[in-house]
Each structure stands twice: as C-alpha cells, then as structure tokens.
C-alpha cells in the first residue's frame, strides 16, 4: 500500500482548478485587499467634505438659537452627518459591492434589487448608529474624562445586542430563511448537532444566492437565537453529505467555541483603544482636516473628525482584526476534524471557496489581509489530519517490522 501524501494530496485538490480560475481568484482577492485603502480613503474625503461645507455647524447654532437641549441637538446634527455621509458613499459602494461583483461573476442580482437591499440595509444602519453616537456624545457630556473606557463598553453592548437581534428582525428582511427540508442533508446535520449539543431545529437553509454566488455558510445570534445558515448555493454546486458535514461542523465550531464572545470582548479592547486614541488626538485631527466653527470634541458638529479618525483606526487596526478572526477559523478547522472526520470533505468544500479568497498568497499578504487561513494552508491541515489519522490506524501493535532500506533496493 502506497502511503498517503498529504502534500501531493493538497496539490491534487488545489488542481482541480485550473490556472485560469487560480489567477482570476487572485485578481478578485488582491483586489479587495486595495478596496479596504480606497474604501478609507473616500470615507475621509466624504468627511472632509461634510465639515468643510459647514453644514453641520450651521444647523447645530441654528438649533442652538431656538434654544433646544443638548440631546436633540446631538441627535439632529448626528442624524444629518450620518445621513450625508451615507449619501457621499453611495456611488463608491454600488462599484464595489455591486458592479465589481457582477464583473466578476459574484452576484447574479440585477442593480434594483441591490440597491432595494442596500437602501434598506443603510436604514438600519444609519439608525444603529445614530442610537450608538447619540450614546457617545451623552458620555462625552457627562464624563470628559472617562467618556473613552465607557464607550467602549457600550461598543460590545451594541454588538452583543445586535447579534442577538439579527436572526429575529434583521435578517429576514433580506433573505428567507428555511428549516432544513427532510432528506439526507437534514439527516445528516440534525446527526452532528445532536452530537455537539446544537439544537438541531436552529438549522436552516437561506436564499443566500439571490445576493451572492458564493459558496458559504455562517453561524448568528446568540442565547435564544442562535442559528447556523447554509447558503442555497452550497447545494447548487451539487454538494455531498461529506462536504456539508465539515462545513456544518466548521460552523458548529464557532458556535460550540463561543467565537461570538471572545469577538465581543476583542471588539470592547479595540473600541477603547481606539476612542481614547481619539480623546488625545482629537485637536490634531480637526486642526488636519480644517474643521471650522468646532467648539471641540463634545460639539456633535465635529462629528465627521471622529468619523475620519475612526476610520483612519479601523484601517491601522484591520490586519489585527483579521488575525483575530484568522485564529479563530483555523480552530474551527480543527474542530470540524476532530468532531466530524470529513477532512475530504472539508478540502472539497474549502476548494469552492478559492473564487472569492484566492489560494496561495503570499505569507505577509495572508497576515495582513486575510480572515481566513489560505485555502492552500487549510486543505493541507487537513490532508495533513488525514494522513496522522491513517498513521495512527496503521499502527497496530506488535505488527511492525523492521526492513533494512538497502534490503529493498533492486
Ligand atoms: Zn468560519
């Protein structure tokens, strides 16, 4: 029996696609990697913009000089920036999270439906975010001082929050969400979750290709509403029992892991560094930036200065979060192996994924860029799993035997 090869294994499986298809994945990938810089980069100008039209501190003196209290006047002017900075974003967006896609074979839904998501989508979230800033800015009033450590308390509050809500209110707005129907897939997952303690009747299949041509699955919620998805798409690109038990199992892992907390708390530190980054900094900023009128950082009309600095942050601080997520997705790897033992099923489903995070980059572009490990690096822990399994098996006792190497020369 010839012994299994985990790196020529890894090789076969990375071949299934062919050149052609390897150097598109990297073009769609490395891509993405420049959109985090232009997407920062046009944030800051659609801020710059706002505060040097002095719009903002025109309508805060307006609502001054009717005499309103300081929480409605945060909450206008804030509702104003968001809603303006929202409408300058606007055309960067439908190019890269519409066009782009479309170009690349991404998406198949037509501009309308997007936009029907996108305009929804930006609803909800220009109204999370004013809740949260109105927040922020309450915190600045009370606490000058201290504002920063709250605030990023309240940062994980809102993200636990959120996750809880999702499920229930959010999601259903954009895609449907159906219990798995009876058959062989069901079968098999309500199997694995009764194994790890996941309550079968929270899996579900979504329309996830009315969005996306993507091969995916995900776990949300928390507490109550916790829930693991599978994308239509998985099914559409004829997927076998093996394939959909590593990745159920990959997303049982984050679950059972409790991936949502540990990001909820990483989430709190980076909040906190961040805002007390922008407690000191501030006064630089606003000075960069030619913030005029500005009485200073508890003014809601500076808000587009922390909205830039923010963003400035978020890019500094992207290869840190993304080698967070990294850590975890690499244990979820490993859970699906260890729980599930599909580590070809695995590898078949993890090549599916190489269109839209290409396979083999660069060690630093990895470290930098990606939130997962390398499709590569992945199929060959897998393949490497497989062959210590098949050692282990092999390893009956007393059954060795030693050949000299040069005994089996011809
Ligand atoms: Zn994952």
Redesign the pocket.
């Known amino acids: 029996m010839t012994r299994f090869d985990p790196e020529a294994a890894t090789a076969a499986y990375l071949g299934a696609l062919g050149p052609e298809a390897h150097a598109r994945a990297t073009a769609y990938t490395q891509g993405g990697h420049w959109l985090i810089l232009w997407t920062a980069v046009i944030g800051v100008a659609a801020y710059w913009l706002v505060l040097r039209s002095g719009v903002l501190v025109g309508i805060r003196s307006r609502l001054e000089a009717r005499g309103l209290g300081p929480v409605r006047i945060s909450a206008l002017v804030l509702g104003a920036a968001l809603l303006a900075e929202t409408a300058l974003n606007l055309p960067w967006v439908v190019w890269s999270d519409w066009a782009r896609e479309k170009a690349y074979g991404m998406t198949s839904q037509p501009l309308g439906g997007w936009l029907g998501d996108y305009v929804l989508y930006a609803l909800i979230a220009l109204v999370a975010s004013l809740v949260m800033m109105s927040c922020v800015y309450a915190l600045i009033r009370r606490s000058p001082r201290w504002w920063w450590a709250w605030s990023g308390g309240l940062v994980s509050v809102f993200f636990v929050v959120s996750m809880v809500l999702a499920p229930v209110f959010i999601e259903p707005l954009f895609n449907r969400f159906d219990p798995a129907p009876p058959g062989p897939v069901r079968d098999a997952v309500a199997e694995l979750a009764r194994a790890n303690g996941v309550p079968a009747d929270r899996i579900f299949i979504y329309d996830g290709s009315r969005q996306s041509n993507r091969y995916t699955a995900n776990v949300s919620g928390l507490v109550g509403s916790a829930r693991i998805a599978m994308s239509d798409v998985m099914f559409k690109k004829d997927a076998d029992i093996a394939e959909v038990r590593a990745v159920v199992g990959?997303?049982m892992g984050?679950y059972v892991l409790g991936h949502v907390w540990r990001n909820a708390l990483f989430l709190s530190v980076m909040a906190i560094v961040a805002l007390f980054l922008v407690d000191r900094l501030f006064p630089v900023a606003a000075r960069l930036l030619g913030a005029r009128g500005v009485k200073g950082l508890s003014d809601p009309a500076g808000y587009p200065v922390v909205g830039a600095m923010i963003v400035v942050l978020s890019l500094v601080g992207n290869p840190l979060a993304a080698s967070f997520t990294r850590w975890?997705?690499a244990e979820?790897d490993r859970f699906s192996l260890e729980r599930v033992r599909e580590p070809d099923g695995l590898a078949r489903a993890l090549v599916k994924t190489i269109e839209y995070r290409a396979a083999t980059p660069g060690r630093l572009e990895e470290i930098l860029f990606y939130t997962?490990p390398s499709v590569g690096s992945r199929v060959r822990r897998a393949m490497e799993w497989k062959a210590a399994q098949q050692a282990a098996s092999r390893r009956e006792p007393m059954t060795v035997t030693l050949v000299r190497p040069d005994a089996v020369q011809p």
Do not use: K, R
């Open positions: 990959h997303e984050h975890a997705e979820s997962h």
